[in-house]
């Protein structure tokens, strides 16, 4: 199993940016999708997830800002992250498990892939 995040970048705060997550290896449609982030001398916190039936969760301080997606055509995850502010600057990685989001947010369940992640700044 493969993955990759990408879509990182640098914004103003208030910016949007739209992360990619390419999962290949195995067929999504009935895995999990997280996104965590981790920021420099931060522990790693799960961020967004979308699990098989569409349901999501979230992380209390990106409700309402950040929205998860998924195409299982497509074998693709995806983040919106609307509103950025300079606290959302980290590595973002995503990752693919058979588990429920509330277990994967809060790394009760621990992925066994992260991938590489992708940089997200944001900063005036």
């Known amino acids: 199993v493969q993955l990759q995040a990408s879509g990182g970048g640098s914004v103003q705060p208030g910016g949007s940016l739209r992360l990619s997550c390419e999962v290949s290896g195995l067929s999504l449609r009935y895995y999990a999708i997280a996104w965590y982030r981790q920021a420099p001398g931060k522990e790693r916190e799960g961020v967004a997830c979308i699990n098989g039936a569409g349901a999501t969760d979230y992380e209390d301080s990106v409700k309402g800002r950040f929205a998860v997606a998924r195409d299982n055509a497509k074998n693709m995850g995806y983040l919106q992250m609307n509103h950025l502010k300079p606290e959302d600057t980290a590595v973002y990685l995503c990752?693919?498990?058979?588990?429920?989001?509330?277990?994967?947010?809060?790394?009760?369940?621990?992925?066994?892939?992260w991938g590489q992640g992708t940089l997200v700044t944001v900063s005036s």
């Open positions: 990752a693919a498990e058979l588990a429920q989001c509330d277990h994967l947010l809060a790394l009760w369940v621990r992925p066994g892939n």
